[in-house]
């Protein structure tokens, strides 16, 4: 059966969709576990007919082929039938993250220009407060229990259940590989975040390439505290397990405390996680539940894990394949790692994956030796397994395809051996717990501030693998803001997830002749004797 078994089977130039795979998952075991939040279980087929019923519904509300659908919603089965919903109408699923608020949200769902939006009913407010400023959205629709008090928005607001539908009727129509499925938002460096717009191949070609360097088979469970809203989640987490017949536990969010608790309970066999909160566990007191579970983790997918942390996984915790050693990027899916089992050198990403071909080259793209750094660029060797472009940005896509070659706009390098090394990041953004953070939305964000005159957000290394985030401004003549006053007003303003640890006031900034704000000067200086510390005060923030 296509897109079934050993990964190692499939053929080159094989095209899938997730609706297809679901399709043949549910003719072949209609009553096995798919899905599991908690102890709630949901079989293929229970989740093939939620689905379908709510496609219907939303067909009626006039979701149409190619017409984009934003949803804001946690971890939970909804997210996951909207998202099948949305794609067996050949529509395109707009998964956003679910700590966007102000400015931040509303670029996202302007840019989208979706019509319906879907969101948990704690998040209402935050698009109500910016829907007068979204003309082409027309309806929202909310999961759970409304909100205490008046909501006013610019649009028609109605709950979610209203909607679920009971037509089981099968839907004919089918996408295409080839067709739009998805946006996913990346951070912009130079402007806001754009839209990576990816076919139904592209997911499940990205889920075919982890299980080639995780393999799975019907028998495993799968547990991840990965967001819905993130392409691991769904393809790594989702799409792999259907491709195999095999379950995923899909936790609310990561604990380590809860993490093997939650192993226990679902029966884990394979761990779905960022390198960070490999760390965090491996570094973290035993427990009885921990002790239990020694061996049960066979394989655990994520990056970056640093070779001690590897090693703590083998030992301490019994498992036999640990990290991912691969590289990739929302644009090109997974283009370095290797097949599971196979040797990594120590601090490599793997070797170029079959399906792409990847050079490292200097500023005028002439490719350059093995062992000297210089931009990655990429360049797919199949059909539909590469970005389609920047949703509604094609001069921003033709930038970044100079030469008939993605440019990652990050710096990496070959050895003689062919092992790829990721070396830093060239582009402009910041990278903190596995969250990508554009740093030209958190300087129009903090340049809102009535206190502030010119305002830079920057990356300064951390000691715990990733980066912190900056806030290095310029106060307005004859104001005066207390560090720690800016930061308790950003809470309200920007993700929890990007709230900079660190905030300095200057009177100048270090700039080049035309003018821009050198932030790699930045960088380099750090936590300066003047630079105030978040991880020095009390002040406590909760992920909302």
């Known amino acids: 059966m296509a897109g079934m078994g050993n990964p190692e089977t499939w053929t080159i130039g094989e095209r899938d969709t997730v609706i297809a795979a679901l399709d043949r998952a549910v003719a072949s075991h209609p009553d096995r576990i798919l899905l599991d939040f908690a102890g709630d279980l949901y079989t293929y087929a229970d989740v093939d007919r939620l689905s379908t019923r709510l496609a219907h519904s939303l067909e009626a509300l006039g ?40 400015e931040f949200l509303r670029h996202q769902i302007a840019d ?8 948990e009913a704690d998040f209402l407010p935050r698009i109500a407060a910016v829907s007068a400023e979204l003309p082409e959205m027309k309806r929202v629709l909310y999961r759970g229990e409304a909100p205490v008090g008046t909501v006013r928005c610019a649009v028609p607001v ?88 095999a379950r995923v536990a899909i936790v609310e969010r990561f604990s380590v405390s ?43 997918r994520g990056n970056p894990f640093t070779e001690p942390t590897k090693a703590i996984w083998r030992e301490r915790f019994g498992a036999r394949q640990v990290g991912g050693n691969g590289y990739g990027l929302t644009e090109a899916c997974v283009v370095t790692s290797l097949p599971g089992g196979e040797y990594a050198a120590p601090g490599s990403s793997g070797k170029r994956v079959p399906d792409f071909d990847v050079r490292i080259v200097d500023e005028m793209d002439r490719e350059l030796p093995a062992n000297t750094p210089g931009e990655v660029v990429v360049r797919p060797l199949r059909p539909d397994i590469m970005f389609q472009g920047y949703w509604r940005r094609p001069e921003d896509t033709l930038k970044v395809m100079r030469n008939m070659w993605f440019h990652t706009g990050d710096i990496g390098k070959f050895d003689d051996e062919g092992f790829f090394y990721f070396v830093d990041r060239k582009k402009d953004y910041l990278r903190r717990r596995g969250e990508n953070i554009s740093s030209f939305e958190m300087e129009s964000a903090f340049a809102k501030h009535p206190a502030i005159l010119e305002v830079a957000v920057h990356a300064v290394p951390s000691d715990k693998g990733e980066d912190d985030v900056k806030v290095t401004a310029i106060l307005r003549e004859g104001v005066t803001l207390k560090a720690e ?60």
């Open 158 to 245: 109605a709950p979610l259940d209203e909607f679920r539908g009971h037509d089981d009727t099968p839907i004919l129509t089918k996408p295409d590989p080839a067709d739009l499925a998805c946006l996913v938002y990346t951070s912009g460096t130079t402007g806001p975040s754009k839209g990576c717009m990816l076919s139904y191949n592209f997911m499940c070609n990205l889920a075919r390439l982890q299980l080639r360097a995780g393999p799975a088979t019907a028998d495993d469970v799968t547990i991840t505290p990965l967001p819905l809203f993130h392409m691991n989640a769904l393809c790594v987490g989702i799409i792999s397990n259907i491709m195999v017949g």
């Open 63 to 102: 979701v149409r082929p190619g017409a984009t659908v934003l949803t804001m919603l946690g971890n939970n089965i909804d997210a996951v039938v909207c998202w099948l919903a949305v794609n067996k109408l050949r529509a395109v699923s707009v998964p956003v993250n679910t700590a966007l608020r102000g």
């Open 485 to 544: 006053d800016l930061f308790l007003w950003a809470t309200d303003v920007v993700p929890y997830y990007a709230l900079p640890r660190y905030i300095e006031f200057r009177t100048s900034m270090p700039k080049n002749p035309q003018g821009r704000v050198l932030k790699y000067q930045l960088r380099d200086e750090g936590r300066t004797p003047d630079t105030w510390d978040w991880e020095e005060t009390d002040i406590k923030v909760a992920k909302r």
């Open 258 to 300: 809860n993490f093997w608790p939650e192993v226990e309970r679902s029966g884990a066999t394979i761990a779905s996680i960022l390198g960070s909160m490999g760390g965090l566990l491996a570094q973290a007191p035993d427990s009885d539940a921990m002790r239990r579970c020694f061996g049960q983790i066979h394989t655990v």
């Open 112 to 119: 989208a220009g979706a019509a319906l939006v879907i969101c």
